[in-house]
């Protein structure tokens, strides 16, 4: 059950000094409810260690949490998720994993999309539907059209992704997303309560 429109991601380099577990309890505070920990450059251990300590400083707000393609980190911290590249097959996970664990994956076109739904994904990320620097390496913008072409063709749920902001919020629903994810536009800005209630309001005017 997919209940959340706003998907934060993390990136602790992005804090600007801040304790990334700091950051995510504030965001949390403001209204998010779903997280993915996308620490790429830590060791299992370390990862695994992260996550343990993000669960107990956020355990009152219940988030859900979801370990960017680690799958011994996902069971050993028992959270709720977890999301993979689109090289790693849903099945081959999704056997090792406890019912109700959700898998999510990254998308960056139709075929992409499409084969994520064929294999049982939860929910995807498309983009970069804007410039970031962060998606970079995925090529250009997919853009709005692309967005839409991807909403229309899988019925499971879309968060658009990639140099999403509170303003663009609205014309990336308008296109067919379920909700929009987002790092720098809110780990970067300066008061990350602000940052995630202007999220949560674009959702929540664009929605009701």
Do not use: W
């Not at 504030?26 to 779903?34: D, E, L, S, Y």
């Not at 219940?62 to 090289?87: C, Q, R, Y």
């Amino acid at each position: 059950m997919i209940d959340f429109r706003f998907y934060l991601i993390s990136d602790r380099n992005l804090c600007r000094g801040r304790p990334l577990t700091s950051v995510l309890k504030q965001a949390c505070q403001a209204g998010v409810r779903a997280i993915q920990i996308r620490e790429k450059d830590l060791t299992s251990d370390d990862l695994l260690n992260l996550t343990k300590t993000i669960k107990i400083e956020l355990a009152e707000y219940k988030p859900l949490i979801m370990i960017n393609s680690s799958i011994n980190v996902t069971l050993d911290s028992g959270v709720g998720g977890i999301h993979l590249p689109e090289n790693i097959k849903i099945q081959m996970v999704r056997k090792d994993l406890p019912k109700g664990v959700l898998i999510a994956r990254s998308t960056h076109s139709r075929a992409g999309a499409e084969a994520a739904e064929a294999e049982g994904a939860d929910f995807i990320t498309y983009g970069p539907i804007y410039y970031t620097p962060s998606k970079a390496q995925y090529g250009p913008p997919k853009g709005l059209r692309e967005l839409s072409k991807i909403a229309k063709s899988v019925k499971i749920p879309i968060f658009a992704l990639g140099g999403i902001t509170p303003d663009r919020t609205r014309e990336c629903l308008d296109a067919g997303a379920y909700g929009v994810a987002a790092i720098s536009a809110v780990l970067e800005q300066p008061d990350i309560s602000v940052a995630v209630t202007n999220f949560v309001n674009a959702l929540h005017k664009n929605i009701s």
